[in-house]
């Protein structure tokens, strides 16, 4: 009976259509307002990226790249000793006259949402040279909360092939931005996409000005892309952990967190199996446990001792345990917390092996010290250092 009414309540947890993540619309209409998830009150070290991206259609490889990397780059963030909280957002960028100027996703620590969003992003537009990259900054800057813990390290990498606008009289040029950016503790890095002499100009400003990296990649991101033998598994796995997420609240709550969980499915009816064996590494190291469970998870709180079950309100439980007297409901927390712990040590085994392999595998080809992900670790260790973040770790997650 108990196994039963878990699958009832897993069900209708996770059933329903995907919820679009609301975004803000730079193109002159009133559009929804960004998504914004404040930084918890937390003495956790924080760690905020946002990467403001070229979606023009010259950029078609490297937001496949975008894609696929995420993950490992949350993985590598989160390689600090002191497993540092990290938030990122996007803000997407193409020009006036495309379909959209800018497109902003607020930070978060919910980089599901942020995948999903992600996921929907397709290379188009854009055909003249420059593109709207002083309003994407500006959005960067202004449009999303940035937290006011000055030992937070907060970042934003630039991405795209073509220069900025420069012949845009209403709106704010780089050097004012990024000179407020700075000014606020923000380092602004910027990556090259192919081989633009114009481009390459502006961008080394940018990131000179912003006292960032500025780094060269070919128009396919020169991402590490290799397959292991542990990825199928991984992400099989990495779905019945997701499985075991409850969440209680107000109507307003259970709404938003099925918002969360209808981003979940969707990465696992369209992502890549890399890139959910990715997100599998990610959620089980110190800093992922904010993307996968976020707050008002029912197992966690009531396992962890922070909240008394009694004290919910029946109508605030997830609908298939408001009928059931307390005991049982309790059974099946305890339950779902054992077979979370199992999962995620299966995963972490797994997750070492597959890092493993990858490593040896990157060695063997003379190193990726030219990729995207070496060189965005890179530039996160050494900048972050001076927040007070040690990164032991020679390389990044692949």
Do not use: C
Not at 144 to 163: C, E, H, K, M, R
Not at 224 to 231: F, G, K, L, S
Not at 344 to 354: C, D, K, P, T
Not at 388 to 395: H, I, P, S
Request: proline content about 4%.
């Amino acid at each position: 009976m108990k196994t039963k009414l878990f699958g009832i309540t897993l069900f209708a947890l996770t059933a329903g259509a995907v919820v679009m993540i609301p975004m803000r619309y730079s193109t002159g209409a009133i559009q929804p307002a960004v998504v914004e998830h404040p930084a918890p009150l937390t003495d956790a070290a924080k760690i905020e990226v946002v990467f403001v991206l070229d979606t023009t259609g010259s950029m078609s490889g490297l937001i496949e790249a975008a894609k696929e990397k995420i993950w490992s780059i949350a993985s590598s963030l989160a390689q600090a000793e002191s497993a540092p909280e990290i938030r990122m957002g996007l803000v997407a960028y193409r020009d006036r006259g495309d379909s959209y100027v800018t497109r902003v996703t607020g930070l978060s620590s919910d980089l599901d949402s942020l995948y999903a969003t992600l996921m929907d992003f397709d290379a188009a537009g854009g055909g003249d040279t420059p593109e709207s990259v002083n309003k994407a900054l500006h959005d960067a800057l202004r449009k999303i909360t940035w937290s006011q813990d000055q030992n937070t390290y907060q970042a934003i990498f630039l991405v795209g092939d073509a220069p900025p606008h420069s012949d845009y009289q209403d709106e704010r040029q780089y050097p004012q931005i990024i000179a407020e950016a700075k000014a606020r503790g923000i380092v602004v890095n910027a990556i090259q996409a192919g081989a633009s002499h114009a481009t390459s100009r502006e961008w080394q400003k940018i990131a000179a000005l912003g006292a960032g990296e500025y780094f060269q990649v070919d128009t396919s991101g020169s991402a590490v892309a290799i397959a292991t033998p542990y990825d199928k598994k991984l992400a099989r796995l990495s779905e019945k952990l997701d499985a075991t997420r409850l969440y209680y609240g107000d109507s307003k709550t259970r709404a938003e967190k099925e918002s969360k969980l209808a981003a979940t499915r969707k990465l696992h009816e369209s992502a890549s199996v890399a890139s959910r064996a990715r997100r599998a590494t990610f959620n089980t190291s110190g800093s992922g446990e904010a993307n996968l469970l976020g707050d008002n998870e029912l197992v966690d709180d009531i396992s962890s001792g922070r909240v008394d079950l009694d004290a919910i309100k029946p109508e605030e439980l997830p609908e298939p345990l408001q009928a059931m007297a307390p005991a049982a409901a309790k059974d099946i927390i305890r339950e779902t917390a054992e077979q979370r712990q199992k999962l995620q040590s299966e995963i972490r085994e797994l997750a070492q092996q597959r890092s493993d392999f990858l490593k040896k595998k990157v060695e063997a080809e003379g190193g990726a010290a030219a990729s995207l992900d070496d060189r965005i670790y890179g530039a996160v260790r050494e900048q972050a250092a001076a927040k007070g973040f040690k990164y032991d770790a020679a390389a990044p997650a692949y």
